[in-house]
């Protein structure tokens, strides 16, 4: 199988050891990446391996190589990866991206979803988001313990993580370091968005169980912390904000179906909390599972993209989600 990887960042540096651990199965073809910094560099010398492919932004050069896998690790939002997504399916290529909204993109833009979804068919190439949430905890997990129940009346799933190995850009988007005044204007103008991914995690659901959602609530509050806390990216002061509680509510005909509670926030340790992934599910039986401390949100979204690669060129022309596919499974390394 031959692999192209778009996007070297934490997450894709992560899944470019996936690839050269694996040499017998996979043949990594070529690195995408638009920092001038890393263009030249080889994969070898970002991870301090041994791998002599470049790095390069010159991603028609690496699409003309034929790739029968593009892995996009780039950006979270539809309108960020068109055009890596387009380019690889117009190459022939499956695609497998880590982009929240990809997992279930009918959920924030159906014209996009639609349009990549035919171009995909015409070129008889697949194309799945995954990841560790959307794409496992807060769905497919669920999804899956379903499967052993005889009645589900609603699903309840929430994930208690920490957000301190991340960099500047995760830390913005949750408010962390702000003042509760800053985290509310930042509330009200976008600026602080929370957990990206609660729409699409519950579309995947309503998809998979046969529920028509017709509305979804959603409350974001800031986690005001009472210590000092600091990562190498931010400082949180005691009375400032150090992560955001998100929670999403579906209802269909004015019945709650779906609730996932999603609170994040650095060091959650340092105020006596936990982290952990719980899923209750009511109905016939009442399930549970609980899971501590939480699964490493980074390295289980690219062994996620990793174990899809053997399962992506036997799935159907289309977006596919992880509904759609084969139950996936640990891919044993070859080195």
């Not at 697949?126 to 005889?150: H, Q």
């Not at 600026?191 to 409350?219: C, K, M, N, Q, R």
């Not at 994040?264 to 009511?282: C, M």
Request: charged fraction near 20%; aromatic fraction near 6%; include cysteine.
């Amino acid at each position: 199988m031959k692999v192209a990887v778009w996007g070297t960042g934490m997450m894709g540096q992560g899944l470019l050891g996936f690839i050269l651990d694996r040499p017998q199965d996979i043949e990594l073809v070529g690195a995408i990446d638009i920092s001038p910094a890393k263009e030249g560099m080889t994969v070898g010398s970002l991870l301090g391996r041994e791998c002599g492919v470049k790095i390069t932004s010159d991603s028609a050069a690496v699409l003309a190589l034929k790739p029968d896998v593009v892995c996009v690790l780039t950006a979270s939002n539809l309108h960020e990866i068109t055009g890596p997504v387009t380019a690889a399916i117009e190459a022939d290529c499956d695609v497998i991206g880590i982009a929240e909204t990809l997992s279930y993109p009918w959920a924030s833009d159906p014209e996009w979803a639609d349009r990549i979804d035919a171009l995909a068919r015409e070129h008889g190439v697949s194309v799945l988001g995954t990841g560790i949430n959307p794409g496992f905890v807060l769905d497919a997990l669920p999804i899956m313990l379903s499967s052993v129940g005889l009645r589900i009346d609603r699903v309840e799933a929430s994930r208690i993580n920490d957000l301190s190995p991340f960099g500047p850009t995760v830390m913005q988007s949750q408010g962390v370091g702000t003042t509760v005044e800053q985290f509310e204007a930042g509330i009200a103008d976008g600026s602080i968005v929370g957990h990206i991914g609660f729409h699409e995690s519950i579309g995947l659901i309503g998809y998979a169980l046969g529920w028509e959602i017709d509305d979804i609530v959603e409350t974001r509050e800031p986690i005001v912390s009472t210590v000092e806390r600091s990562t190498p990216h931010v400082h949180v002061a005691p009375g400032d904000v150090a992560g955001c509680r998100h929670i999403a509510r579906a209802y269909s005909k004015g019945e709650l179906k779906i609730e996932l509670v999603h609170p994040q926030q650095i060091h959650p340790h340092l105020e006596g909390i936990d982290t952990g992934d719980f899923i209750h599910i009511v109905g016939e039986p009442d399930i549970h599972l609980a899971n501590t401390p939480e699964i490493p949100g980074g390295k289980g979204t690219y062994a996620s993209i990793g174990n899809y690669l053997p399962l992506i060129g036997s799935a159907r022309p289309g977006i596919v989600t992880v509904v759609d596919m084969p139950l996936p499974r640990f891919w044993s390394p070859t080195v």
